[in-house]
């Protein structure tokens, strides 16, 4: 069993900057994909980044130009870089990892607020 461990919300002005890290206990090459999707309250869950076991990164078109999506294979974790944040960022953002099977593992969440 994978377990998906987010760290580093929290509160932040507008226009500043946060970095999520989500930990995985196993090695994520074993993985297809890692994202990172988050969930504002009363919307529905949606996608922010991914990036591919070969490194190729995908974002959603409100967050280019300001998040980045990385990973490090050697301590088997994948950070997110937000910066210039806006009140809108503010959400619950999770981690999720997915197989080359589709089976997919979801973190706990970490809770990102942007105050104006």
């Known amino acids: 069993q994978v377990q998906l461990v987010e760290s580093g919300g929290g509160l932040v002005q507008a226009g500043g900057s946060l970095r999520l890290s989500c930990a995985a206990s196993g090695s994520i090459f074993s993985f297809k994909t890692i994202g990172w999707y988050r969930q504002a309250p009363g919307k529905q869950r949606e996608l922010v980044a991914t990036i591919t076991s070969a490194g190729n990164t995908n974002y959603a078109d409100s967050v280019k130009g300001r998040f980045t999506i990385s990973k490090d294979n050697g301590k088997n974790t994948v950070y997110l870089q937000m910066n210039s944040l806006k009140p809108e960022d503010t959400a619950v953002y999770y981690c999720?990892?997915?197989?080359?099977?589709?089976?997919?593992?979801w973190g706990q969440g970490t809770q990102v607020t942007v105050s104006s």
């Open positions: 999720k990892a997915v197989r080359y099977t589709s089976f997919a593992y």
